[in-house]
């Protein structure tokens, strides 16, 4: 079942679009206390930035963050917001970067996961197809026959453990998201750097 569409939420810091589930909320509770809001149901006066360091860094040099919530935002609040993104780096920036971003995924219930899901969600739409990097030549073929056209594959820097792991489901080579979506941007973005480009390979 495809999850219901969200009104996006925007980056106080780059100002780009995502899905509310897929950006870090930051709230001013009516007692005027400003926290992580890691579930995204706190009461109270929100802002959101996306999951990146670039993007925290970058609304704390200018106070977009202080002027989205009329507040003076505490030097503690940023190490606690930078802490929470590097719990999902400890496999370097780029694997990190894209735990972060597929968690984000799954929550946002964007996420298609094994070759059968794949599959099947690729006549309805678009997809942005992940393998991982240690899956088998049967995985890899199926999702490079997908039906459909404009599709994009992508043989991630994560084995399927780390994979799986991202998704909290068990035994994940394939997963898929929608191509037009902030997060596929994201994702197709870490993988554009120089030393890997040629991880990218369209699938017709």
């Known amino acids: 079942m495809t999850a219901p569409r969200q009104r996006p939420r925007t980056c106080v810091a780059c100002r780009e679009e995502s899905p509310k589930r897929a950006l870090v909320r930051v709230v001013r509770s009516p007692a005027g206390e400003v926290t992580l809001d890691e579930r995204g149901k706190l009461p109270g006066r929100g802002a959101y930035i996306c999951a990146s360091r670039q993007c925290l860094e970058k609304a704390r040099k200018t106070k977009a963050l202080a002027r989205a919530l ?5 030097e503690a609040l940023y190490s606690r917001l930078a802490e929470h993104l590097e719990t999902y780096e400890e496999g370097g920036e780029t694997q990190g970067e894209f735990k972060l971003l597929l968690g984000l995924a799954r929550r946002a219930g ?3 996961i094994g070759v059968d899901s794949v599959q099947s969600q ?4 678009t997809l942005l197809i992940l393998t991982a990097s ?3 030549k049967a995985v890899r073929d199926a999702v490079d026959n997908v039906p459909g056209e404009g599709h994009v594959h992508i ?3 994560l084995g399927s453990e780390d994979l799986s792991a991202s998704l909290g489901a068990r035994n994940v080579q394939a997963a898929a998201l929608p191509l037009r979506s902030g997060l596929s ?3 197709r973005l870490l993988l554009s750097r120089p030393l890997r480009r040629d991880r990218i ?3 017709s």
């Open 201 to 203: 390979t369209d699938v």
């Open 70 to 74: 009329k507040m003076e935002i505490p």
């Open 122 to 125: 690729c006549a309805r739409e």
């Open 185 to 187: 941007d994201k994702m």
């Open 134 to 136: 240690d899956s088998s």
């Open 110 to 112: 964007l996420i298609h």
């Open 155 to 157: 043989r991630m820097p």
